[in-house]
């Protein structure tokens, strides 16, 4: 393998000039340059990235902190943050919290740790440990999917409230008048809340029948559904907070003889790719994921290169597809 000693003497130069050329340090002659890389080619040479990073204070390291792997809005935001980074030539490490408060300061800390330059966190819950967590990371920190702007932590955020309300019009819209909302934990202000309280302004001549909170998933919406059937089998209208959640109520609607659409109309969020192949075909909103992505990853940048971010909170948009669970 060859050494920086083979390098400098193939170039003709000394071996401090061939290390502040890999360095990218300045005072060095452009010609001088060219000779150095060409040999590097030459040779083979492999530059130790790690030596080159400690001696930088550089590691070109970004944290990534996602609350599930297993989604569409996970790897669609995390596809469009990749791109982002590597254009910068920035490495990603990626942390699967599963929706856990402690594994989100668990995995603050431990970035910090190993030294990222930065870190995205995918949020699900922003209470006051989780805050705590983000303000003693030396590393800057920008949330992506709940609001941090009170508490001064640059975000990206959906517009979820207004989705709420636009969920509402729509039912409304289809005749619907007995709406009811399946949610998911109360902590995730942004996919619960904010969209419930949209929901809730929507329907100015009833407030929801409901406002079911289970599970980011399938399975959960199945079952809120089927008993929130049984509990109110009048029930015309249902705004889902995720597509995924929706899909389960759809099963479960079928279930019990009623086909979403015509007996109760169904609405989800995040234009899931299953919501296109499900049976009958889920209206929903597309958020696009993919963007706030990339605007989380170059907020950050901005950060890292400025010091400061020139926005501190960036709103999402969205828009509607209509398809048959609500025409």
Do not use: W
Request: aromatic content about 6%; some cysteine.
């Amino acid at each position: 393998m060859a050494s920086l000693n083979d390098v400098a003497r193939l170039a003709g130069v000394s071996k401090s000039t061939v290390s502040r050329v890999i360095n990218q340090e300045y005072g060095v002659k452009p010609a001088t340059i060219e000779k150095v890389n060409r040999a590097i080619e030459q040779c083979g040479y492999v530059v130790n990235q790690i030596a080159k990073d400690l001696k930088s204070s550089k590691t070109n390291l970004i944290g990534v902190i996602v609350p599930r792997v297993s989604s569409h809005a996970m790897s669609a935001s995390v596809d469009g943050l990749s791109h982002v980074f590597d254009q910068k030539g920035k490495q990603v490490l990626l942390a699967n919290t599963r929706q856990d408060d402690a594994r989100i300061c668990h995995y603050l800390d431990l970035f910090n740790q190993k030294r990222v330059e930065g870190i995205l966190l995918f949020a699900s819950t922003l209470n006051p440990t989780v805050v705590q967590a983000i303000k003693r990371s030396s590393a800057p920190v920008v949330v992506i999917g709940q609001d941090g702007s009170p508490y001064n932590i640059p975000s990206v955020i959906h517009d979820d409230y207004r989705v709420g309300f636009c969920g509402g019009e729509q039912l409304i819209k289809a005749g619907c008048q007995q709406v009811g909302f399946l949610g998911v934990q109360a902590e995730d202000i942004a996919v619960d809340q904010q969209r419930y309280q949209g929901l809730e302004s929507a329907l100015t001549q009833t407030a929801p029948l409901f406002h079911y909170q289970g599970q980011f998933s399938i399975q959960s919406g199945y079952v809120a559904m089927t008993a929130m059937l049984a509990q109110y089998p009048d029930l015309d209208g249902v705004f889902c907070a995720t597509d995924r959640i929706a899909i389960g109520a759809i099963q479960a609607l079928q279930a019990q003889g009623i086909t979403p659409g015509q007996g109760v109309k169904l609405i989800g969020v995040g234009d899931d790719e299953l919501a296109q192949v499900v049976s009958p075909s889920l209206s929903t909103f597309n958020y696009a994921f993919d963007a706030a992505g990339e605007s989380g990853a170059k907020m950050l940048l901005e950060l890292l290169e400025t010091g400061q971010s020139h926005v501190s909170k960036l709103v999402m948009g969205f828009n509607y597809i209509s398809r048959a669970t609500c025409p």
